[in-house]
């Protein structure tokens, strides 16, 4: 689920109960991540960079990848999560793992460095795409390779279906306008790739699905019985609306024939051809 915006503020807030929540989502997901890693044919000595970072749970994937001769940085800015990656990478003894406090947009980042610069749940909450890939093409080594990780956000479901919660896929994408994002974000990562001379090499859609007690349905639990409330907060639903899909939620909870879809998770990559 979403992570932060462009101005370095979390929707989902940067505490210690977020951060749980994405080591679990990073424990679902994280085979899919490895799969788009592995096409991309990360490999020793590579020199990555990876944006909106969180606590670095992709980074530290990545070091495993690039092995002792290379380098992964983890950009992100907070303090909390950062300092959190530093105590594991201090831990572990990883010298080449750093850490920059910023984002795409702030950082002073160095021109044509990097062989893969990989973005995982943070484009479809900038409100400028664009502002925000430009300063990573011109980081990428000529030939190095720009890969995201996001929503097309459609296919979120359950069965059966009929009640209320039929309608939480436009009660999330209204959640993420009201952060100045787009759900649909990455349907436009190919024209801004041809735009600025990136080869658009990956394309993959992925959507998990599982009952009651898979994996896949108990990470969209943590997510929804926890943000619910603040949508309701923020005004994207009432209250009565909060507590209709908090019940109906609940309803296929206990059902052992519910079946949960999650919404699509699309992997996008291209190598900058310049």
Same mark, same amino acid.
């Given at each position: 689920?979403?992570? %932060? ?30 799969? @788009? ?15 909106? /970072? ?12 690039? #092995? ?9 800015? %907070?303090?909390? &999560? ?7 990478? #201090? ?11 910023? $984002? ?6 160095? +021109?044509?460095? &990097? ?26 080594? +000529?030939? #190095? =390779? =720009? /890969?995201?990780?996001?929503? &097309? ?10 009640? =209320?919660?039929? $309608? ?5 994408? /209204?959640? &993420?306008?009201?952060?100045? #994002? ?6 436009? =990562? +190919?024209?801004? @790739? ?19 007690? %898979? ?44 079946? @949960?879809? %999650? ?12």
């Amino acid at each position: 689920m979403p992570q %932060s915006n462009n101005h370095g503020s979390y929707l989902l807030g940067v505490n210690q109960q977020e951060l749980e929540r994405l080591q679990f989502q990073h424990g679902v997901w994280g085979h899919v991540t490895k799969k @788009f890693l592995g096409r991309l044919n990360v490999g020793n000595g590579w020199r990555c960079l990876d944006v909106g /970072a969180g606590p670095g749970l992709v980074s530290m994937d990545l070091r495993e990848l690039v #092995g002792q001769t290379g380098e992964v940085t983890a950009l992100d800015p %907070s303090q909390f &999560y950062l300092d959190w990656l530093r105590k594991q990478a #201090g831990d572990n003894g990883w010298t080449n793992v750093k850490c920059i406090q910023g $984002t795409a947009e702030s950082a002073d980042l160095p +021109p044509h460095l &990097y062989d893969l610069i990989f973005v995982r749940w943070v484009i479809a909450f900038v409100p400028d795409p664009e502002k925000f890939l430009l300063p990573l093409f011109n980081a990428l080594r +000529p030939g #190095g =390779i =720009i /890969a995201i990780q996001d929503y &097309y956000y459609e296919g979120l479901s359950l069965f059966p279906r009929g009640g =209320i919660w039929d $309608t939480m896929p436009d009660v999330v994408r /209204a959640y &993420y306008r009201s952060g100045g #994002g787009d759900a649909y974000v990455t349907g436009k =990562i +190919p024209a801004l @790739f041809r735009k600025h001379g990136i080869e658009l090499t990956d394309l993959t859609p992925t959507c998990l699905s599982g009952g009651p007690t %898979s994996g896949v349905m108990e990470w969209a639990h943590r997510f929804f019985s926890l943000h619910i409330p603040l949508m309701a907060e923020k005004g994207v639903i009432s209250n009565e609306q909060a507590d209709a899909l908090t019940a109906d939620w609940n309803s296929h909870r206990r059902n052992p024939d519910t079946v @949960f879809f %999650s919404p699509l998770v699309v992997d996008v990559a291209g190598i900058a051809r310049r």
